[in-house]
C-alpha cells in the first residue's frame, strides 16, 4: 500500500503566483496580512502587492479613542512600509473617522 495516498494535498501552498496575488488584492491590507500563517509560502506574499489601501478595518478597536487611533495609523502604516518589498503602484488611505484635516490645521 502506497502511504502518499494517505497524506494531504497542501493545495493552498501550491497556488500559482497570480492566483494568490489576485487573492490577495481582493482582501483588506488587514486581511491579506493574516494570510501569512497559511504556509511558508504565504509568510510574505502581502508585503509584495503593488496596491495598499489602509481603511478602518485596520485600528476599528481603537474607534472610541481618537488620539489612540491616530498612533495605531502610524504605527501601522510604519510597519507595512517597512516591510515592503517592491514598488507600489497605488496607495489608498479611507479615514472617515479620524479627521486628519483637523489635525493638520490645529
Known sequence: MDITQFQ??????????NV?????????LHDAAKTS????Q???????????????TLW????????SARMKF???LYK????RKGPITKLSFVIPKLKIAQTLTT
Open 42 to 56: 504565504w509568510r510574505y506574499k502581502w508585503v509584495k502587492l503593488p496596491q495598499l489601501r489602509f481603511d478602518e
Open 37 to 40: 500563517i497559511l504556509s511558508k
Open 60 to 67: 476599528q478597536e481603537y474607534e472610541g479613542n481618537l488620539e
Open 20 to 28: 494568490a496575488d489576485s487573492i490577495l488584492m481582493h482582501l483588506t
Open 8 to 17: 494531504p494535498v497542501d493545495r493552498v501552498s501550491n497556488v500559482a503566483d
Open 74 to 76: 502610524l504605527l501601522i
Open 80 to 83: 507595512v512600509l517597512l516591510l
